[in-house]
């Protein structure tokens, strides 16, 4: 790898870097994190679309982390009043899990924030910037998807 090469690389790890460091993304609101007002919105999500209470398997699937991971959530989600808990009615073994009241006013305006913060992105960028930016995320998403099936240590 040449200094140009490398200078380029460097530049586009660091930009990397940034996001996952970025204090908005660690933002808690409503009393709970981030991460939790996502799997509140997956919880609203899978219900519209699927028609059935959500399952620690769905969350897990649909925000691509591990079943513990989602059972910590829950467990935390649970507690602060935002989802109800349930056994199946077909297999005991499983849980279903829906919001409450209160987890309905969170996702709701969770998701008046995030139309409102996107749509700002959207004006800033104007629309031939965001769907090339769309365009750009997506391939980036591809490509990690891909490398971390292939990974070797190296």
Not at 131 to 140: N, P, Y
């Amino acid at each position: 790898m040449n200094d140009e090469q490398y200078a380029e690389v460097k530049k586009l790890m660091e930009t990397f870097q940034r996001f996952g460091k970025a204090d908005w993304k660690k933002d808690t609101r409503w009393g709970i994190k981030s991460s939790e007002v996502r799997a509140l919105l997956c919880i609203k999500d899978i219900y519209r679309h699927n028609g059935h209470d959500a399952t620690v398997s769905d969350i897990s699937k649909k925000l691509n982390v591990t079943s513990p991971t989602v059972t910590q959530m829950i467990k935390s989600l649970t507690a602060h009043g935002f989802i109800k808990r349930s056994p199946d009615a077909k297999d005991k073994r499983i849980s279903t899990i829906k919001l409450t009241e209160r987890g309905e006013e969170i996702t709701e305006k969770a998701m008046k924030r995030y139309r409102t913060v996107y749509a700002g992105l959207i004006e800033k960028l104007g629309r031939e910037q965001t769907a090339t930016l769309i365009q750009l995320l997506d391939q980036v998403y591809v490509y990690f998807d891909e490398a971390s099936k292939q990974r070797e240590d190296i």
